[in-house]
């Protein structure tokens, strides 16, 4: 009983004890030290996009600069900071179209991935027919494969067959189809984990497939539908070397193209480069704060007393 | 209304042995028909044909008098209340119960009259608006109970609908369900492993074991007269003392007993003896003529009213079900006395029951 007592009046300081202890652990020197290598070019990223100037240097250093001062000028601090960047990009800069162009692009992509991997992984996971194992290896097997292996033949097939380079339509359907294997593996997993009981009782009231997957299935599987809408969109939204191959005509260009040619042997607008680089993560960043609750699965929590 | 009609139906996945070998089963128009036996009996492979949820490998299916083998679910006319409730949650109450109704096409003051009718006789009227999730199991399950009814269906199937519910509210629903039975009228199905449920709700019972039908009949019957050792062991809690006897053709014996027996001739040397553990009294209580047997107390379950007093009898156990309390200390003998007319004889071999009747032997003749 006295040991019982002991234990319980430990109990309150052992929290706090474990907080310090955790601190001045090695594991905590680990986590920061990574975490400031990751932030640290972001750091740079923010600072030149404020900075107002182009060049890469935020710094002056007279000749003679003492160990000290070349210290400091490894912090990312600016002069001064200014919106000129900004400005300049959304108005001297085709930026605003280019963002345009990738919205178009980004949205239509997610729309035809979403509509094909939702049906193709309901099917993959309530059906049994032959091949389905064989169809969802090979999307794994797809999945080891860096994309860049896939440049060529994307190119030959879409450019050369299709006739669809220098054109939206083609973007988006790569688009869609890369992300497809991922999406409807994604999907499939949380289609198996939806209770069968209430597709076998929808049945017998009378429902068809088809309206057990719209009425019922989609509703429940919003959560995933969601990481996985959000998956697509970035896919489209962040490619860079598919974009830059098929892509000729300027007004046409995607932002991460269009980025790339502040900086290139032409020209070293590093300030709209930075400046632009944070208005393109803008629209993630703020699709993933609204998809938050989503995010956050457990919509079918109740639905079946496990 | 519309009975159903199993003939000769068998059910097998790709090439394993059959899950139901082959049944023959009738269920009558308007009565409630429990599936019951051991888990992995077949009893909700069974239903599940009914439902057209699973295919029927060969035999022919009725129902109503239609042959339904090739029929789709949707077409059958039958309502299925599931283990896990398998309401929609992302619907309300009232959605889900008129879900059916919808897909259904019936007309909106109809579905609305419907779903508040059976609401109101399940006591789910103001739920209406609330979601699955926010409701206690014993609201789900009645959710899909009314989900079930508002079809007005030809059958009713169970599928051990009480199961996910704590004893309390089992007792309460078994209720539930036994008077909307009674006030519908609908030919229903229901499978459980429980044998409390089965004789409280059944019109009718039909014992499986191992996808064979081991027996049908009324709950009475099927427990004062069972078949065989299965049917009788299944039945009544504690279930039936089961005892070997040797057969020596005049007269059963054990280590406890001996008992002279008329007509044992063309039996098997290994017999099996039946006793209700409520058929055994206290031996100052009985007859002089009645059978005793003394043995040591190994466990006593008091239940208030009664008790269960577990006996070691030589190297059998026993369990008796004697009225009132009385202190007894463990290993104590206690003698106890039955009524020869109350033993069960069954073939040791066949597991059969051997009948009075079947001019072979005759039990009540002791």
Redo the contacts between chains.
């Keep these: 009983m006295n040991t019982m007592i002991e234990r319980l009046r430990e109990g309150r300081a052992a929290p706090v004890k474990r907080a310090l202890r955790d601190i001045f652990s090695w594991r905590f020197a680990l986590l920061i030290f990574s975490a400031l290598i990751v932030v640290y070019p972001l750091l740079w990223v923010v600072s030149l996009a404020f900075s107002g100037q182009q060049s890469l240097t935020l710094v002056q250093l007279p000749q003679d600069a003492s160990l000290g001062q070349q210290l400091l000028a490894l912090i990312p601090l600016p002069e001064q900071w200014t919106l000129d960047n900004f400005r300049a990009v959304l108005t001297e800069q085709p930026f605003l179209r280019w963002i345009g162009n990738s919205l178009v692009v980004a949205l239509a992509t997610t729309l035809v991935g979403l509509t094909l991997s939702c049906s193709a992984a309901y099917a993959f996971s309530r059906f049994r027919f032959t091949g389905r194992q064989r169809g969802l290896t090979l999307f794994l097997i797809s999945q080891m494969f860096p994309a860049v292996l896939m440049l060529i033949p994307l190119y030959v097939i879409v450019v050369q067959w299709l006739g669809l380079g220098n054109s939206w339509l083609g973007l988006i359907l790569v688009y869609a189809i890369t992300a497809l294997p991922f999406c409807v593996w994604m999907l499939k997993g949380y289609f198996d984990t939806l209770p069968y009981e209430i597709e076998e009782s929808a049945l017998l009231e009378g429902a068809s497939r088809w309206t057990i997957f719209i009425r019922i299935i989609l509703p429940l599987a919003r959560p995933a539908i969601a990481v996985t809408g959000l998956f697509a969109f970035m896919t489209a939204w962040n490619e860079f070397i598919l974009a830059s191959i098929f892509m000729d005509d300027e007004s046409l260009y995607t932002v991460p193209v269009g980025l790339r040619f502040f900086v290139s042997d032409y020209a070293s607008e590093w300030g709209y480069f930075a400046a632009g680089s944070i208005l393109v993560s803008l629209p993630v960043i703020l699709l993933f704060l609204s998809l938050q609750r989503y995010l956050v699965a457990g919509l079918s929590a109740g639905a079946v007393k496990g | 209304m519309a009975n159903i009609e199993f003939r000769g139906v068998s059910k097998r996945y790709d090439d394993g042995p059959a899950t139901v070998p082959g049944l023959d089963l009738e269920i009558r128009d308007g009565e409630l028909m429990v599936l019951v036996g051991p888990s992995g009996c077949g009893k909700s492979t069974t239903l599940r044909m009914i ?3 699973e295919s029927i490998s060969s035999g022919d299916l009725y129902i109503g008098g239609h042959r339904v083998n090739d029929l789709p ?2 077409d ?1 006319d ?3 209340v ?9 619907m309300s109450v009232f959605e889900n119960m008129a ?2 109704l919808r ?2 096409n019936f007309p909106k003051l109809g579905i609305e009259r419907r779903v508040q009718e059976a609401a109101e006789t399940l006591g789910l009227s103001d739920l209406l608006h609330r ?4 409701l206690s ?1 014993g609201q ?1 399950q009645r959710v899909a109970l009314g ?1 079930a009814m508002v ?1 007005d269906p030809q059958v009713f199937l169970f599928d051990e609908p009480l199961s ?1 519910l704590d004893a309390e509210l089992r007792v309460q629903m078994r209720g539930v369900i036994h008077r909307l039975h009674h006030q519908l009228g609908t030919t229903s199905v229901y499978v459980t492993h429980d044998q409390v449920e089965a004789m409280t709700l059944g019109t009718r019972i039909a014992i499986l074991n191992g996808g064979e039908l081991m027996q049908v009949g009324t709950p009475l019957e099927l427990y004062n007269d069972p078949d065989n050792t299965f049917v009788a062991g299944f039945m009544g809690s504690p279930p039936m003392n089961l005892l070997q006897v040797v057969n020596d053709g005049r007269q059963l014996s054990c280590d406890l007993l001996t008992l002279p027996h008329a007509q044992l001739q063309g039996l098997n040397r290994e017999l099996l003896l039946g006793l209700r553990p409520e058929k055994l009294v206290y031996a100052s209580s009985a007859p002089a003529n009645w059978p005793r047997l003394t043995g040591n107390i190994e466990l006593v379950e008091s239940l208030g009213a009664e008790m269960l007093v577990h006996l070691r009898v030589g190297s059998a156990q026993l369990v008796a079900r004697l009225a009132g309390l009385r202190a007894f200390s463990l290993g104590d003998a206690l003698e106890l006395a039955f009524d020869p007319a109350a033993l069960y004889l069954f073939d040791g071999a066949s597991q059969q029951r051997i009948r009075a009747g079947n001019a072979k032997a005759g039990v009540s003749q002791c």
Excluded: S
């Excluded at chain 2, 979601?131 to 926010?134: T, V, Y």
């Design positions: 439902a057209g949820l679910p949707k059958r039958i309502a299925m599931f283990q896990n409730y398998a309401l929609y949650p992302h879900f059916g897909v259904r979601k699955p999730g926010q199991g789900n989900r079809r996910n």
